[in-house]
């Protein structure tokens, strides 16, 4: 069995065979990649188009604008609202039925 250090010394010469090939490689590909794209009349954008992150791969319409919603609660002390959606304010309470705005 190999000790440590061989099989260290072994994957040192490995690695460096490794990068002698992909060096020797890599300009005949990249020639072709060129031959390919010329002859097909192809850009680097249609190769890897970019793309936004999460969004639809189709043309993109501009951001849509959320309406605000209309508020539920109201501070009579202070004239603040919540629409009743996220974090409660503190100023709701335990009793938050007291705050209601009438809907009309």
Same mark, same amino acid.
């Given at each position: 069995?190999?000790?440590?250090?061989?099989?260290?010394?072994?994957?040192?010469?490995?690695?460096?065979?490794?990068?002698?090939?992909?060096?020797?490689?890599?300009?005949?590909?990249?020639?072709?990649?060129?031959?390919?794209?010329?002859?097909?009349?192809?850009?680097?954008?249609?190769?890897? #188009?970019?793309?936004?992150?999460? &969004? #639809?791969?189709?043309?993109?319409? &501009? !951001?849509?604008?959320?309406?605000?919603? !209309? !508020?539920?609660?109201?501070?009579?002390?202070? &004239?603040?609202?919540?629409? &009743?959606?996220?974090?409660?304010?503190?100023?709701?309470?335990?009793? !938050?039925?007291?705050?209601?705005?009438?809907?009309?």
């Amino acid at each position: 069995m190999a000790t440590y250090q061989e099989l260290l010394a072994q994957k040192q010469a490995l690695e460096a065979q490794i990068e002698q090939a992909r060096a020797t490689e890599v300009p005949g590909v990249l020639e072709q990649i060129r031959a390919l794209m010329q002859q097909y009349s192809l850009s680097p954008e249609d190769i890897a #188009p970019r793309r936004r992150r999460g &969004g #639809p791969t189709a043309a993109v319409t &501009g !951001p849509t604008e959320k309406a605000a919603l !209309p !508020p539920k609660y109201q501070d009579p002390k202070t &004239g603040k609202t919540w629409s &009743g959606r996220g974090r409660a304010p503190a100023w709701l309470g335990k009793r !938050p039925a007291r705050f209601l705005i009438p809907q009309e």
